[in-house]
């Protein structure tokens, strides 16, 4: 039996209305974009070059000059830093490729930002920047569909030769997602076109059938790219590639293995002796074979989305199993209460279970922009309210925090806690830093929430035939086609603030529909208005009303949102004996710009009154908490490091806490989520 599945709107569906969430894709749409597009061209005086659109240039004139070379040149020598090709005199740049081997992907998620952003908000000057862009990019292509500037530059002898390592697939992928969104912005092909010839030169190459590679991606990305291609263009060839993807990755004798200089990221993230293969890469057993999520955590959720999209597709029950139980195993047992995943800096990568420290926390930005596409394929799959809180979750909380108030510096690592002298000082924490960079020589960040906020509606709201699932109750006009009528409801909502929802029906047609609106976790209470003339039925976090919808329809929903403490499970060794502060989805935390130094010897009660103020970071106005909390005083024996015991002495203290994604926009300061428990 087919699952009901549902799909994510098209923006052209959603209109938003002011708000938080229109201010912050307008934030993407007038800060972000343009100022990647500069990063793009190197524009952007004190931050680390990003080399993309040059090496896009480069290989356009490797091509036009008849200069691609068949044998891989690797004039590479004693310019490798850190995976980066770097110039040996910047002053000086030669025509060759810079920056990390997929440094072609800065571009494509530019681009689909840029799309996301266009269909919310037409923009006939960005749209021509665009444009020109496409044309540079197209220009690089070689006549067989290839596209990858670090090989056409570089030598075509080594393509498709380290699948592991060398990104192409990861590559191709971003294109992939890129040109889809471009054309659904603007209907224009010419990048969809060149990214499916791309597609074709690898189904070419990779595949079931006899005589091709039976290879996969390294990174994975490919995957969820080839379903949106197959979603757009109704090609199924484009579906089987990313099937058989998913269903080669680790298949034994590994072909990575075969790859002659395949490095592979064997020993990161190894979960013990007998089981090394490539956990990294999550190719160290097949996918259905898979029930604990492990390694590269952007990797992992890459994938992840990639298997649920293909489980949809193809109504593959032990599919959608394995996906079920690598969900559970990344958000029960290696999640952040900030929905941030991945928690070791070593390879970038998940821990064992509950080892979720917060001072060296690793938290990509990536990472959770990758829970949030799997999570909404889950929810696509099912709707099961679970999914719907993690991602809520992941974006106020981590990905909010992955980029300034102001959209102009961005954080890559997330951590939970912060000591700017332990980030200086202690090599341990050298990836943690305490205030936001303005660009990354790896930029994989800062581009992915772009493009994730702009095209936020795709998230919020999902639908089938006959019903609208209202998942994170973003204000706005939605419209949504039933049948031949169009139904129209404009939301009001002031989340993540205020738990008051309110749903006016203002189609001028009248529907029989269902609106499914999600309860969320946080809500111990909540009530509705207005929805008696509705068959109702609450299932797996949702509450569903079935019936005719007619203009002047108002509903209201009231989900109590107060302050609340949590603690974590006993498991997680360094957050026991103390508790972490949410407001509904958003998780607060203490800064030393409020608190003074030292926070470490705070400790806060509870059970104590809780006091909200507005008040102003850099300019935006953010309800901030005032804690009943005490600060140690000091023992009566200085300067000494051990003493004998005298039992502890503290004076009552407020603790200021504020959003957490709003940290570390008032200066270097330290920074904690969790503080003790009196
Ligand atoms: O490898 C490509 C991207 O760079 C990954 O997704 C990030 O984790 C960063 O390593
Ligand atoms: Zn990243």
Not at 147 to 173: A, R, V, W
Request: charge should be negative; hydrophobic fraction near 35%.
């Amino acid at each position: 039996m087919k699952h009901s599945v549902s799909y994510p709107l098209t923006l052209s569906q959603f209109q938003a209305s002011e708000g938080f969430w229109k201010d912050k894709m307008e934030l993407v749409r007038k800060e972000v974009i343009p100022y990647q597009w500069d990063m793009l061209n190197d524009r952007v005086e004190g931050a680390a070059p990003s080399y993309c659109m040059r090496n896009y240039k480069t290989a356009g004139k490797y091509i036009r000059e008849n200069k691609v070379e068949d044998s891989f040149s690797n004039n590479l020598e004693g310019m490798y830093r850190g995976f980066q090709v770097l110039p040996k005199d910047p002053e000086n740049l030669e025509d060759t490729f810079y920056g990390f081997v997929f440094q072609d992907s800065d571009f494509s998620k530019w681009i689909e930002a840029v799309a996301y952003s266009l269909s919310n908000h037409p923009d006939a000057e960005l749209e021509k920047i665009a444009d020109e862009a496409i044309d540079v990019v197209c220009a690089a292509q070689l006549e067989n569909g290839y596209l990858d500037t670090y090989f056409i530059i570089n030598g075509m002898s080594g393509h498709f030769q380290n699948l592991t390592d060398l990104h192409e697939l990861y590559c191709f992928g971003h294109l992939a997602e890129g040109a889809v969104a471009y054309y659904h912005a603007t209907g224009k092909d010419k990048l969809l076109k060149a990214a499916m010839r791309y597609a074709d030169y690898i189904g070419q190459c990779f595949g079931p059938e006899e005589g091709k590679r039976k290879g996969y991606p390294g990174h994975e990305e490919a995957e969820m790219a080839l379903v949106r291609m197959y979603e757009a263009t109704g090609d199924e060839k484009y579906l089987n590639l990313s099937r058989f993807f998913v269903d080669e990755r680790g298949k034994k004798p590994y072909y990575w293995d075969s790859e002659p200089s395949c490095h592979g990221f064997r020993f990161w993230a190894k979960r013990d002796e007998n089981d090394e293969g490539y956990q990294y890469h999550q190719a160290h057993r097949p996918v259905r074979e898979q029930d604990e999520a492990v390694g590269h955590a952007v990797r992992a959720m890459y994938l992840y989305s990639g298997m649920a999209d293909v489980a949809r597709l193809t109504d593959d029950e032990t599919l959608r199993e394995a996906c079920r139980k690598l969900w559970r195993s990344t958000v029960r047992e290696k999640m952040y209460i900030t929905g941030a995943i991945g928690s070791t800096h070593v390879g970038e990568a998940f821990s064992f279970p509950f080892d979720l420290p917060n001072d060296t926390a690793y938290a990509e930005t990536c990472a959770s922009v990758g829970l949030i596409f799997f999570a909404r394929r889950m929810l696509q799959m099912e709707a099961d309210s679970e999914y719907a809180d993690i991602m809520e979750k992941a974006l106020y909380n981590t990905v909010l925090g992955g980029m300034a108030l102001d959209g102009k510096s961005f954080f890559y690592v997330n951590p939970l806690e912060v000591l700017p002298q332990a980030s200086r000082k202690d090599a341990r924490k050298a990836h943690v830093l305490p205030v936001r960079p303005k660009w990354f020589g790896c930029a994989c960040c800062p581009p992915n929430i772009a493009r994730l906020i702009s095209s936020l509606p795709m998230y919020a709201y999902t639908e089938n035939e006959d019903t609208l699932f209202m998942h994170l109750h973003m204000a706005g006009k939605v419209s949504k086609q039933v049948g031949d009528k169009t139904a129209l409801f404009q939301v009001n909502s002031n989340m993540p603030w205020h738990g008051k929802v309110d749903i006016c029906y203002c189609g001028r047609e009248s529907t029989d529909m269902t609106l499914a609106v999600r309860i969320p976790g946080w809500c111990e209470k909540w009530q509705a208005e207005g929805i008696e003339k509705f068959d109702q039925r609450i299932e797996k976090g949702y509450c569903y009303l079935t019936g005719t919808w007619t203009e002047g329809t108002n509903i209201s929903f009231c989900f109590e949102m107060v302050p609340r403490f949590y603690q974590a499970d006993e498991r997680v060794r360094e957050d026991i004996g103390k508790v972490a502060l949410m407001k509904g989805p958003v998780v607060y935390c203490a800064e030393e710009a409020d608190n003074g130094k030292n926070l470490h010897l705070l400790q806060v009660i509870p059970e104590g009154e809780i006091r909200e103020e507005w008040s102003d970071i850099l300019g935006i106005t953010l309800p901030v908490l005032s804690i009943q909390g005490e600060r140690k005083t000091p023992a009566s024996t200085l300067n000494t490091l051990y003493t004998p015991y005298e039992k502890n002495t503290y004076e009552a203290t407020e603790v200021k806490m504020i959003p957490y994604f709003a940290w570390a926009n008032r200066g270097e300061n330290e920074m904690t989520v969790w503080l003790r428990q009196k």
